[in-house]
């Protein structure tokens, strides 16, 4: 069950940092204009990394 948790946060990570790109002229995304969402949106994003990360380890490790 850890793998699939990993599996699935590791995934929303991912898909975080793709909409979170910025666009080919260089403009954020609409929701990373204001400045509560520039100080929230990367640590969201490394907590899903990383527990995903983690739980994803723990998973393979108590197989």
């Known amino acids: 069950m850890d793998i699939l948790i990993g599996a699935v946060m590791i995934a929303a990570a991912g898909v975080l ?5 910025p666009s080919r002229t260089g403009d954020q995304p609409k929701f990373l204009r204001f400045e509560a969402a ?3 949106y990367p640590p969201v ?3 899903f990394l990383g527990l ?3 739980a994803l380890i723990s998973g393979l490790l108590t197989r």
């Open 17 to 21: 940092i793709l909409i979170g790109l």
């Open 38 to 40: 520039l100080v929230l």
């Open 45 to 47: 994003t490394l907590s």
């Open 52 to 54: 995903g990360a983690a």
